[in-house]
């Protein structure tokens, strides 16, 4: 049985140091992740790894040139118009705006923040998978232990839903978070107990983990590792992971290729 590995990425704007009132300015947020992306898409060259990023428009737009030649061999999908703040209309407005970038369809939505959102306006907007679950408890933020852990189509919006990986029967989350903070051989056990289970995992980063994060005041849990200590640590995963399947975008993966 083929089992596919799901890599997925947050493009977006540097806008987390605010919520912890640590001020930076939208060039620098720009700034960060364009160093980021820059480590991260020579990695997924060098190991010829296709790619899933949900990317903001707002970012799209200050990087048209780069989201065009990351668009040759990943899939760019929506993570609405900017990271802070949300009208519905920011699901049809970015997905037409990366669209015109790119000049391809776009498929896919993650909502900023996994915030709660209608999917059946998902749908309306034109999109054809959403990907705003997590299907764990993190404190704080969401508690979506009871919604279903793999991949479903939910027949009210017709939509195809694709959760994030979590670990079997505990849902221990495999979101970026994990990743930096539980002793690597575990993570990536539990990483392979979700593969073996669901025959395909989905995970999630942002490229400005791949930056250097040393010097902003933000917590030691979100910033470390980060930069060439993140790099390093994502290199090894991606060299277990490759033991266990083959990397996929999630449109490949689900088989969309006809436009509408
Ligand atoms: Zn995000």
């Known amino acids: 049985m083929e089992r596919n590995i799901l890599l997925t990425f947050d493009l977006e704007e540097f806008d987390l140091p605010l919520e912890f009132g640590c001020p930076i300015s939208e060039e620098d947020q720009i700034k960060v992740t364009d160093n980021g992306l820059q480590r991260l898409s ?3 060259l060098k190991y010829n790894i296709p790619a899933t990023f949900f990317t903001t428009a707002f970012y799209a737009n200050k990087n048209k ?4 030649s990351l668009s040759e061999n990943h899939e760019i999908a929506s993570h609405s118009k900017s990271h802070s703040g949300f009208t519905e209309t920011d699901l049809s407005g970015s997905k037409s705006e990366l669209e015109k970038i790119t000049g391809k ?3 896919g939505f993650r909502m900023p923040r996994f915030r709660k959102i209608d999917k059946s306006i998902i749908k309306a907007a034109g999109y054809r998978y959403d990907s705003s679950i997590n299907p764990t408890f993190i404190p704080g933020r969401y508690n979506n232990l009871f919604s279903r852990r793999k991949l479903y189509h939910d027949s009210k919006s017709r939509l195809i839903e694709i959760p994030l990986s979590v670990s079997p029967v505990i849902r221990f989350p495999l979101f970026w978070l994990s990743f930096k903070n539980i002793p690597l051989p575990l993570y990536i056990y539990m990483c392979k107990m979700a593969i ?7 995970l999630y980063f942002h490229p400005w983990e791949f930056a250097d994060l040393d010097h902003f005041k933000i917590p030691y ?10 790099s390093e640590r994502f290199e090894i995963l991606i060299a277990e992971l490759r033991k266990t399947g083959e990397f996929s975008t999630i449109s490949g993966f689900l088989g969309i290729t006809v436009s509408p």
């Open 42 to 44: 020579g990695l997924l």
């Open 65 to 68: 040139k780069l989201i065009i």
């Open 105 to 107: 369809e776009v498929y």
């Open 196 to 202: 073996r289970k669901d025959s395909y995992l989905h």
């Open 221 to 230: 849990y979100i910033k470390n590792p980060s930069g060439n200590a993140f």
